[in-house]
């Protein structure tokens, strides 16, 4: 597997990552109310702890997805009829579903370049580590930002590119956000290009606070390993036991919503930001949204975006969608 890192010299990379944090944490932790971006957890221990979290099976999530890529996986193969194939992964994690992608298509014949895109260097190496070698299959890590990882594939490759955005990585963004980020992935494809983009279903609620809360305490770790971030890399001195965390649906926006809770009233300096953040007693810090979707929520989405709809996989009790739309000049009939 060839990895390429498109951030300049590690050293400037870190400098100028650093900087974007310490801005991004100052910004955050100054706003009503308080809240830090979801790219932050993934350094190398929340890369860990979110593998610890696919693998529990109160995070229906993944099991429910890999079951309907393991079912699709050559129905896949036989709609997106191609001898050789670009699958551009966002975000890709372990990429530990796609590998059931990139076998029904090695099965079906085809030949597969896989370009994984994730931002964390730790994701990338346990990537590298679990996926199986194939003669049909080539390899090519991007740690990068979603746009430049995906613009980099399209300067360097002409086959037909399926992009793939799995987990719930697009219950992350507002609604409105998720319309600016597919009409951007729209803009940057060519006709006859594919996505398939995995979306967890509006349910009932126990089932959805149940996995946002699992009982091995993985999504508190995960959400506490911000604050060891910020006090190992922006001198910080948060106490992570006078914190809490508590995750919970918002039935009027329709989404997961995870929060950090001051214990009590406190203190807390961040050195690198030289600033003293006040937190009143049971005050939240947001940290994270993951919006949940009906069937006619992600139709509606594929028509605003120009994309057009091909067909939603589903797995047996309905909870997860795997959505597969295609660009067609001319755009929708
Ligand atoms: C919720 S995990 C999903 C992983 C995998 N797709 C799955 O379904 O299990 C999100 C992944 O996206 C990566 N990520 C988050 N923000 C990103 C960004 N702006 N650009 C590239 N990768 C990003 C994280 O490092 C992490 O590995």
Redo the contacts with the bound molecule.
């Keep these: 597997m060839k990895i390429v890192n498109l951030l300049e010299t590690q050293q400037t990379r870190d400098s100028d990552e650093n900087e974007r944090f310490a801005e991004d944490i100052k910004a955050g932790l100054s706003s009503t109310p308080k809240s830090i971006p979801?790219?932050y957890f993934?350094d190398e221990t929340g890369?860990i702890l979110?593998q610890k979290i696919?693998g529990h099976a109160d995070y229906y999530l993944?099991q429910a997805?890999f079951n309907i890529l393991d079912s699709i996986k050559h129905e896949l193969a036989k709609i997106i009829d191609s001898d050789e194939i670009d699958i551009i992964?966002?975000?890709?994690?372990?990429g530990?579903?796609t590998e059931l992608i990139i076998q029904g298509f090695i099965e079906s014949g085809k030949k597969v370049n896989f370009y994984p895109?994730?931002?964390?260097e730790k994701?990338m190496q346990q990537l590298e580590e679990g996926l199986q070698k194939h003669d049909a299959l080539s390899i090519h890590g991007i740690i990068?930002?979603?746009f430049s990882?995906l613009s980099y594939v399209r300067q360097h490759s002409n086959n037909h590119q399926l992009v793939l955005f799995?987990?719930?990585?697009i219950g992350n963004f507002s609604k409105t956000q998720s319309k600016e980020f597919l009409l951007h992935i729209r803009d940057i494809l060519s006709d006859g290009d594919y996505a398939l983009i995995?979306f967890d279903l509006k349910k009932d609620i126990p089932t959805l606070v149940k996995a946002y809360n699992d009982s091995a305490g993985y999504t508190s770790d995960f959400n506490l390993n911000l604050l060891t971030r910020i006090n190992r890399e922006l001198g910080g001195e948060f106490m992570l036991e006078h914190f809490q965390h508590y995750g919970n649906y918002n039935p009027v926006l329709g989404a997961m919503e995870s929060f950090l809770i001051s214990r009590k009233e406190q203190d807390v300096y961040i050195a690198n930001i030289d600033q003293t953040v006040h937190f009143d007693a049971f005050e939240p810090i947001h940290l994270e949204y993951s919006f949940k979707y009906l069937k006619t929520d992600i139709d509606d989405l594929c028509y605003y975006t120009g994309f057009h709809p091909i067909k939603h996989f589903t797995d047996d009790h309905e909870r997860f969608v795997d959505s597969l739309w295609q660009i067609k000049s001319g755009g929708n009939d």
Excluded: P, Q, V
């Design positions: 979801t790219k993934y890369s979110f696919t993944t997805e992964e966002l975000g890709a994690g372990d530990h579903k895109i994730d931002i964390s994701a990068a930002e979603y990882g799995l987990g719930s990585n995995g």
